[in-house]
């Protein structure tokens, strides 16, 4: 039977649309409501005439725009030119983005509301209006994946790769009694059933934990009992059948049927699996703490035992049950959420992994460019420092190998006897950290080595307060963050002797020291000797591991300090161009778009006639394409194999472009919160590099969502006869053909 390719329908932010059912799989009668309908209340407000700019109409609200980007995200589970293991991998991610969502985004709203919280948001709503639109537009989505794998994908999975997720009651006679073996010698050990009782107290459920719900009669007193058992899914939470390979029992399914091993001489009336989600966004203040590490340790603390923001049940559990725990947790009913199917799909991931590499993405090795490669340690051989010093370095990860470039620049200054002094910055880094090492290294082999860790980045305080400790017992001058501000930069800098003089070698980024996401997502890294730059890095160090708040910088644009005023200098240079020679051009593309100081600018310049395209992957709140306001503005989001990540700003500047790459994006966070760093690319071959991708992603006609004025992201695919343009194959074919000649030259 012939393929039908989905005829995928866009979600939207702000707009109310009918039930749509998108066909799925093979021909299939299997089908799946992808876009509900959303409340009214969130449908834009009609533009009054003469609105000014900052009014709540042209605004799109931020918590809805991100669930759209969610939407996005499922959507490529739910298309069938996706391979299928990688469908699976993005149900995985939406579940996993969606419980970050309910811990920050839902969270945050919940405290404001409880502080009595009444600012208006751009788009002129509460807190509490806002969470309740937020709250009922999640609900679908949740609905919407659970369904998309039992109903689609899981069996799919069974029927093209034989993995077969099986209930407990479907093994033969002997397969159940090895699995009931396996409990009793393996899981059961490991078990601490909670009762609850007026001697022991309802017990505390940790975050995102799956737990199952007892519910048991004693015989002969007739008396109800309520239990709760964590399942300890550390291990692994697909249990191998028996005698049957790649099918697989869930944990919670062999504990559900073991319960009567667990509480003997009681008759178990019912087993439901539950889990939590608890609130990550606890109030910090920073500007009252004397010591940052004490305050970030309290924070962890304390988000352990946040208010819970989220039930997620079986839907077939007894309302009794479901009402008590309801009512332990402090909930109302729209935070319980119910499934028909299995409950946290983050657990899917393993399956992905397995060996089936024509239901995966065409595998993908990091290429090394020509610049860097036979460049070892022989003594006719260049080293590193000597490749920067022929010219800028531009890095395109992960089309271009992270540990072949960025990576060995740091590890190379470790080792390299002329070098003094190394500075990084480390926002986010992979577990078994080779950045880190060399740090290490470095100190050991007696250089100056200064590291400022950021241990306030959501959801890494822990790791990153593990690797300042160990860095400091190496004898590494650790600084752990600025009070108030995060350091999100992501900057490097080698000072070397040479010749009798010093010169500074930099690494400016757009994405952070870890190998394991360079794999993953989008970033570009500038590696330069160039002086300027140079000396702005060492100013950026000495204002953040010292006193030194009033630096000047000559290149580097940084915020806080700077970069809101240079970007909207920049914006208004294109309208003067515009109104002088008809020329105003900017690109730019970034993760969210939120600001709306910057958006205002946004406005301005598209009332002047300058041409404006914004490649946003995340939430936006700028509306493009409303007369009189934002027609000249046109905004597309890219989601694919690899996550989005670099941030570029194009402005043609009558001609003698002007083109950045930085850490952050146009948000007040990143412009207000935040320490980032924006460099300029300026030589030419390279400039081309960053404005040739942008257009890449402008044409794509594969990955790319066009959003619209009323708020619908609308899904390009290639016309009759048009050949499909992905961005991602089309930078990992020039990738390839760059690795053994880069004098391939960039178009423009």
Same mark, same amino acid.
Request: proline letters at 6%.
């Given at each position: 039977?012939?393929?039908?390719?989905?005829?995928?329908?866009?979600?939207?932010?702000?707009?109310?649309?009918?039930?749509?059912?998108?066909?799925?799989?093979?021909?299939?009668?299997?089908?799946?409501?992808?876009?509900?309908?959303?409340?009214?209340?969130?449908?834009?407000?009609?533009?009054?005439?003469?609105?000014?700019?900052?009014?709540?109409?042209?605004?799109?609200?931020?918590?809805?725009?991100?669930?759209?980007?969610?939407?996005?995200?499922?959507?490529?589970?739910?298309?069938?030119?996706?391979?299928?293991?990688?469908?699976?991998?993005?149900?995985?991610?939406?579940?996993?983005?969606?419980?970050?969502?309910?811990?920050?985004?839902?969270?945050?709203?919940?405290?404001?509301?409880?502080?009595?919280?009444?600012?208006?948001?751009?788009?002129?709503?509460?807190?509490?209006?806002?969470?309740?639109?937020?709250?009922?537009?999640?609900?679908?989505?949740?609905?919407?994946?659970?369904?998309?794998?039992?109903?689609?994908?899981?069996?799919?999975?069974?029927?093209?790769?034989?993995?077969?997720?099986?209930?407990?009651?479907?093994?033969?006679?002997?397969?159940?009694?090895?699995?009931?073996?396996?409990?009793?010698?393996?899981?059961?050990?490991?078990?601490?059933?909670?009762?609850?009782?007026?001697?022991?107290?309802?017990?505390?459920?940790?975050?995102?934990?799956?737990?199952?719900?007892?519910?048991?009669?004693?015989?002969?007193?007739?008396?109800?009992?309520?239990?709760?058992?964590?399942?300890?899914?550390?291990?692994?939470?697909?249990?191998?059948?028996?005698?049957?390979?790649?099918?697989?029992?869930?944990?919670?399914?062999?504990?559900?049927?073991?319960?009567?091993?667990?509480?003997?001489?009681?008759?178990?009336?019912?087993?439901?699996?539950?889990?939590?989600?608890?609130?990550?966004?606890?109030? &910090? /203040?920073?500007?009252?703490?004397?010591?940052?590490? $004490? =305050? #970030?340790?309290?924070?962890?603390?304390?988000?352990?035992? !946040? *208010?819970?923001?989220?039930?997620?049940?079986?839907?077939?559990?007894?309302?009794?049950?479901?009402?008590?725990?309801?009512?332990?947790?402090?909930?109302?009913?729209?935070?319980?959420?119910?499934?028909?199917?299995?409950?946290?799909?983050?657990?899917?991931?393993?399956?992905?992994?397995?060996?089936?590499?024509?239901?995966?993405?065409?595998?993908?090795?990091?290429?090394?460019?020509?610049?860097?490669?036979?460049?070892?340690?022989?003594?006719?051989?260049?080293?590193?420092?000597?490749?920067?010093?022929?010219?800028?370095?531009?890095?395109?990860?992960?089309?271009?190998?992270?540990?072949?470039?960025?990576?060995?620049?740091?590890?190379?200054?470790?080792?390299?006897?002329?070098?003094?002094?190394?500075?990084?910055?480390?926002? &986010? /880094?992979?577990?078994?950290?080779?950045?880190?090492? $060399? =740090? #290490?290294?470095?100190?050991?082999?007696?250089?100056?080595? !200064? *590291?400022?860790?950021?241990?306030?980045?959501?959801?890494?305080?822990?790791?990153?307060?593990?690797?300042?400790?160990?860095?400091?017992?190496?004898?590494?001058?650790?600084?752990?963050?600025?009070?108030?501000?995060?350091?999100?930069?992501?900057?490097?800098?080698?000072?070397?002797?040479?010749?009798?003089?010093?010169?500074?070698?930099?690494?400016?980024?757009?994405?952070?020291?870890?190998?394991?996401?360079?794999?993953?997502?989008?970033?570009?890294?500038?590696?330069?000797?160039?002086?300027?730059?140079?000396?702005?890095?060492?100013?950026?160090?000495?204002?953040?591991?010292?006193?030194?708040?009033?630096?000047?910088?000559?290149?580097?644009?940084?915020?806080?300090?700077?970069?809101?005023?240079?970007?909207?200098?920049?914006? &208004?240079?294109?309208?003067?161009?515009?109104?002088?020679?008809?020329?105003?051009?900017?690109?730019?593309?970034?993760?969210?778009?939120?600001?709306?100081?910057?958006?205002?600018?946004?406005?301005?310049?598209?009332?002047?006639?300058?041409?404006?395209?914004?490649?946003?992957?995340?939430?936006?709140?700028?509306?493009?394409?409303?007369?009189?306001?934002?027609?000249?503005?046109?905004?597309?989001?890219?989601?694919?194999?690899?996550?989005?990540?670099?941030?570029?700003?194009?402005?043609?500047?009558?001609?003698?472009?002007?083109?950045?790459?930085?850490?952050?994006?146009?948000?007040?966070?990143?412009?207000?919160?935040?320490?980032?760093?924006?460099?300029?690319?300026?030589?030419?071959?390279?400039?081309?590099?960053?404005?040739?991708?942008?257009?890449?992603?402008?044409?794509?006609?594969?990955?790319?969502?066009?959003?619209?004025?009323?708020?619908?992201?609308?899904? &390009?695919?290639?016309?009759?006869?048009?050949?499909?343009?992905?961005?991602?194959?089309?930078?990992?074919?020039?990738?390839?053909?760059?690795?053994?000649?880069?004098?391939?030259?960039?178009?423009?």
């Amino acid at each position: 039977m012939a393929t039908t390719r989905p005829s995928l329908k866009p979600i939207f932010t702000e707009v109310a649309l009918p039930d749509t059912s998108v066909p799925l799989g093979d021909g299939a009668d299997l089908s799946i409501s992808f876009a509900p309908a959303i409340p009214q209340a969130t449908i834009p407000r009609e533009v009054p005439e003469g609105a000014p700019l900052d009014h709540p109409s042209l605004y799109f609200n931020r918590e809805l725009s991100w669930l759209d980007f969610n939407w996005r995200v499922l959507a490529q589970a739910l298309d069938e030119r996706t391979p299928l293991l990688e469908r699976v991998r993005f149900i995985a991610i939406t579940a996993n983005n969606l419980d970050e969502f309910y811990q920050k985004r839902i969270g945050g709203l919940k405290r404001q509301v409880a502080a009595d919280v009444r600012a208006i948001s751009p788009d002129g709503r509460t807190p509490s209006e806002q969470l309740r639109l937020v709250v009922a537009a999640a609900r679908p989505m949740q609905a919407a994946y659970s369904e998309a794998w039992e109903n689609v994908l899981r069996p799919l999975v069974a029927e093209r790769l034989g993995i077969v997720i099986r209930d407990y009651t479907s093994l033969g006679k002997d397969q159940r009694a090895e699995m009931d073996a396996y409990f009793l010698e393996n899981i059961s050990p490991i078990l601490t059933p909670l009762a609850v009782d007026p001697g022991h107290p309802f017990p505390f459920i940790s975050n995102q934990s799956l737990s199952l719900a007892f519910m048991l009669r004693h015989p002969a007193r007739g008396t109800e009992h309520f239990a709760r058992l964590k399942v300890p899914t550390s291990r692994g939470r697909w249990l191998a059948v028996p005698g049957e390979a790649r099918h697989y029992v869930p944990l919670e399914g062999v504990i559900r049927h073991n319960a009567e091993f667990l509480f003997k001489g009681m008759d178990v009336e019912s087993v439901h699996a539950f889990r939590v989600t608890r609130n990550a966004d606890v109030h &910090r /203040t920073d500007a009252a703490a004397g010591d940052l590490l $004490a =305050l #970030i340790s309290e924070e962890l603390r304390e988000r352990k035992f !946040a *208010a819970v923001v989220r039930l997620e049940v079986e839907a077939a559990m007894p309302e009794r049950v479901r009402t008590m725990l309801q009512d332990e947790l402090g909930l109302a009913e729209e935070d319980v959420i119910e499934y028909d199917g299995i409950l946290d799909l983050t657990d899917l991931l393993p399956l992905v992994d397995m060996e089936s590499p024509e239901h995966s993405f065409e595998p993908w090795e990091p290429v090394v460019p020509v610049s860097f490669r036979h460049q070892g340690k022989s003594e006719d051989q260049a080293d590193i420092f000597s490749v920067i010093r022929n010219g800028d370095l531009l890095v395109h990860h992960p089309y271009q190998s992270f540990a072949a470039t960025t990576q060995r620049f740091i590890e190379e200054a470790a080792e390299d006897p002329a070098v003094l002094a190394i500075k990084l910055t480390l926002y &986010r /880094t992979s577990k078994d950290s080779p950045i880190v090492q $060399a =740090l #290490i290294r470095a100190a050991e082999n007696g250089k100056q080595v !200064a *590291a400022l860790i950021e241990v306030k980045a959501r959801f890494d305080e822990k790791n990153n307060m593990e690797w300042a400790l160990q860095l400091e017992n190496a004898g590494v001058h650790v600084t752990y963050g600025l009070v108030g501000l995060k350091t999100h930069t992501k900057t490097a800098l080698v000072v070397r002797e040479e010749e009798d003089m010093l010169r500074t070698y930099c690494h400016i980024g757009t994405g952070n020291y870890n190998p394991s996401t360079a794999r993953l997502y989008t970033d570009f890294g500038l590696l330069t000797c160039e002086r300027g730059i140079g000396n702005d890095l060492v100013n950026l160090f000495h204002y953040l591991t010292g006193y030194a708040p009033e630096q000047h910088y000559d290149t580097l644009v940084v915020a806080p300090r700077d970069m809101r005023d240079r970007f909207v200098d920049l914006i &208004r240079r294109e309208v003067e161009h515009q109104e002088s020679n008809g020329n105003g051009r900017i690109i730019a593309k970034m993760n969210a778009l939120d600001d709306p100081a910057i958006i205002e600018e946004l406005y301005r310049a598209s009332q002047a006639g300058v041409e404006i395209d914004l490649i946003v992957r995340g939430h936006c709140r700028l509306r493009p394409g409303i007369p009189g306001y934002s027609e000249n503005i046109r905004i597309c989001s890219i989601i694919g194999r690899f996550l989005e990540h670099s941030r570029i700003f194009f402005f043609k500047n009558g001609g003698d472009r002007i083109t950045f790459i930085s850490s952050g994006d146009w948000q007040r966070r990143n412009l207000e919160d935040r320490v980032e760093a924006a460099v300029p690319v300026r030589e030419k071959h390279l400039q081309k590099r960053l404005v040739q991708t942008l257009r890449y992603c402008l044409d794509d006609n594969r990955l790319a969502w066009d959003l619209q004025a009323d708020g619908q992201y609308v899904h &390009r695919h290639p016309a009759d006869g048009e050949k499909e343009r992905s961005v991602h194959a089309k930078l990992m074919r020039r990738a390839r053909s760059r690795a053994t000649n880069e004098d391939i030259p960039w178009d423009l």
